[in-house]
C-alpha cells in the first residue's frame, strides 16, 4: 500500500471542500471493507482518504409514515438491520443487511459504501430499487436528487463524479397493503458470495392494485429493475401462465457474465427460478392480508 494522507471533517461542507480540492485524488473511507482491499492488492493509491463516519448529514434514520424513510448514506448494515422502522416497513432491506459478510463486516460497512463501490452483487441494491430508493448526491456545484435505478453506470461504475459524495437516500412511504421477498443464491466458503439475488415487491391500493417492483443483483453490469415483467403482472393477483411468463421477462432482462463462480447460463436460469418462486410467494403474502 502507498503512502496517504488521512483527515476526518466534522461536516458535510468539509467534505465537499476537501474533495474539491483534492482534484480526483482523494477518496471517501466509509467502512474501508471494500476500499481498504482495492488499496492493498487493486491497484488503487488515493493520496488523501477522508473519513466520513463522523459526518453527521451522514448519519441516522428517520421514518416518517407519509414522506417515507431518510436513510444516512454512512449507516452501517448492523443499524440498518436492527432498526424497528426498516424491519417493519422495509423488511426486505433489513433481509439483505442481516445476509452481508459476518457481524464484524456489518458493524463497519455502510450503506453509502455498499452502493457507491458499484459492484452488480451489492445486496442493498436491489430491495433498495423496489422501495423506489433516491439518493440524494452533493458536489461542487450543488446537489441532485437521482433514482437509485439510475446510479449505477456500468460494472464497478456508479454516476458519481470525483468530487461528488452520496449524502443520504429516501425510501417511498410504505403502502399498508403490501409484501415482498428477497432472495439470495449464495456460494462460497461461509456462503457470503451472492450468485444472484431477485427482490420482489407488490403494493395494493384501490387506485393502483397489485403494482409490482422487480429487481435483481448479480445478474448484469449493474443491479437492474425489471419493468416487463412488472407490466405482465400489474392489476390483479397474478395466474400461474402470467407468472412463468414474468419469470422469463425477467430471465430475458438479465445480462449475466460467465466467472470463475458461476456460467453465465447459470446465472440466467437463476434468475428464472427466484423470480418465479419470489412472485409466487409474494402474491401468496399480499393475499392473505387483503383477503
Ligand atoms: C469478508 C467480506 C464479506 C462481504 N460480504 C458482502 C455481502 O455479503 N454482500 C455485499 O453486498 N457486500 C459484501 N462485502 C462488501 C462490503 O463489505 C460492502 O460493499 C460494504 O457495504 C462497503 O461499505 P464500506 O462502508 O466498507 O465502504 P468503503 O470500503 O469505505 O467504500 C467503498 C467505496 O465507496 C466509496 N464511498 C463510500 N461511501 C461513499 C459515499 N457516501 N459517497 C461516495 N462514495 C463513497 C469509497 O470511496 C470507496 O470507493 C463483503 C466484504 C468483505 C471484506
Redesign the pocket.
Known sequence: MQPFDYVKPNDLSEVVQLLSQAKGQA????????????MTGGG?N?ELLID?KGVPE?AGLEFKAAQGMRLG??V??AELAADSDVRKYYPMLAE?CE????PA??N????????????P?????PALICYDAMCT?IGEKGERIVPLSEFFADRMQ?I?APA????SLTLAAPVADSAGVYQ?F?QGR?G???LVSVAVHVDYSEENPWAWRIAL?SAAPTPIRCRAAEDILRGSRPKSPQIEQAASLARADARPTDDFRASASYRSFLVEVLARRGIEETSARLARGIE
Open positions: 477518496k471517501l473511507l466509509a467502512g474501508g471493507t471494500d476500499l481498504l482491499i482495492s488503487m488515493p466520513i451522514m448514506a454512512a452501517t448494515m439483505a445476509a452481508i459478510g459476518s463486516i456489518r463497519r460497512a455502510t450503506l453509502g459504501g455498499n452502493l457507491c463501490h458499484g459492484s452483487g451489492a445486496d442493498t441494491a448526491i456508479t458519481l461528488e459524495t452520496l449524502v439470495m449464495r461461509g457470503y458470495i451472492t443483483g
